[in-house]
DNA sequence: ATTATTAATGCAACTAAGTTGCAAATATAA
DNA sequence: TTATATTTGCAACTTAGTTGCATTAATAAT
């Protein structure tokens, strides 16, 4: 079930990821937070925005979870899928508007697919 | 540093990756081997087999931990680089002797990829 | 505006994966 | 057989994430 009420807590998520591009982890968020908020509303707030539509959620390096915002998804069509790049110099994680092709597997059914890039990001390249 | 003696240990890790085929979590080696071998052995000897070459490590759904038996790695040329398949259903996981292209992404620079496939395997599909 | 209803929150306690320091055990070299 | 250095078990710890429950607060009803 996603949000029904307009809370503080879901403002405060919202505005982290309104004025930062990119993604942000998990742990970053309860960092930032946790002196406004419990990590359990975080780590609730954060599901329920995600089954909205309005968060997709990934797993960057080392299993960390991390957030970004949708674009155009909502409840009924959630299908934000893309590949993200995780800087292995500064940690910063983006999403990538890039299509992959994955061939047909035989005998297999493909559901989704996660892509990690890791590499250098553009302020980190030099 | 990889593995330089040759344990009961090592040889118990080494047993699971022989008898079975496909990738196997550390979740599930710790249970199948805790009354023979503590977690630290566990974790420290996976590592190392890593580290030789042996085995490489990626991570599946959830974020957990997966090995499987590496084909014509060693310590110096470790690339054993492919997606991984994950099965909703039963939850095994394979490695997919598969090539993705993965193009080349403008202002940054590409060090890895690391591909989670998830769907039904051959055993599940029906 | 006041009250009632129910979602959302904070808190504390918990689970599970993974790590670390150190003393004891064991594989290998001498 | 003894010496040495690696490996192991153990216990204690860290960190991400979850859960039950009483309290708080947003919304609906009056
Ligand atoms: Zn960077
Ligand atoms: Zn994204
Ligand atoms: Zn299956
Ligand atoms: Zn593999």
New binding site residues.
């Given amino acids: 079930?996603g949000?029904?009420?307009?809370?503080?807590?879901?403002a405060l998520l919202l505005d982290e990821f309104n004025t930062n591009s990119g993604a942000i982890s998990?742990?970053t968020l309860?960092k930032r937070l946790n002196s406004?908020?419990?990590?359990?509303?975080i780590?609730?707030?954060l599901?329920?925005l995600e089954d909205d539509g309005v968060l997709h959620s990934f797993l960057g390096d080392n299993?960390?979870?991390w957030y970004a915002k949708c674009e155009g998804c909502s409840h009924d069509n959630h299908k934000d899928i893309h590949p993200h790049f995780q800087c292995v110099v500064c940690g910063k994680v983006d999403c990538l508007n890039v299509d992959i092709v994955v061939p047909k597997i035989p005998n297999r059914e493909i559901n989704s697919t996660e892509i990690l890039i890791k590499g250098k990001c553009e302020t980190c390249l030099n």
């Fill in positions: 079930m949000i029904i009420r307009k809370t503080q807590s879901v998990v742990t309860n406004n908020l419990n990590k359990s509303t780590y609730r707030v599901d329920k299993g960390i979870k």
